[in-house]
């Protein structure tokens, strides 16, 4: 599920996996190393990606590959 207002998108674990087909241990993995965007907690047990952070960083990816 995604959350959206106006200026921003809030995605959850299981559309981060979707949209990078990395799974989320290794997605967690790369937030603990600095390699991908942190969550942001929405509760104690509740925590999503801002979806603009996550585009970004997939870009990136593309740009890594296009540079090679």
Known sequence: M???TPAR???KLRDVIRQTGISGASIYRKVKAG???APVKLGPR???W???E???WIA???AE???A
């Open 60 to 62: 990136a990816r593309i």
């Open 54 to 56: 996550v585009d970004t």
């Open 2 to 4: 995604t959350i959206a």
């Open 35 to 37: 390699e991908f965007p």
């Open 9 to 11: 998108d809030l995605r």
């Open 50 to 52: 801002v979806g603009a």
């Open 65 to 67: 590959r296009d540079a």
């Open 46 to 48: 509740a925590s999503a």
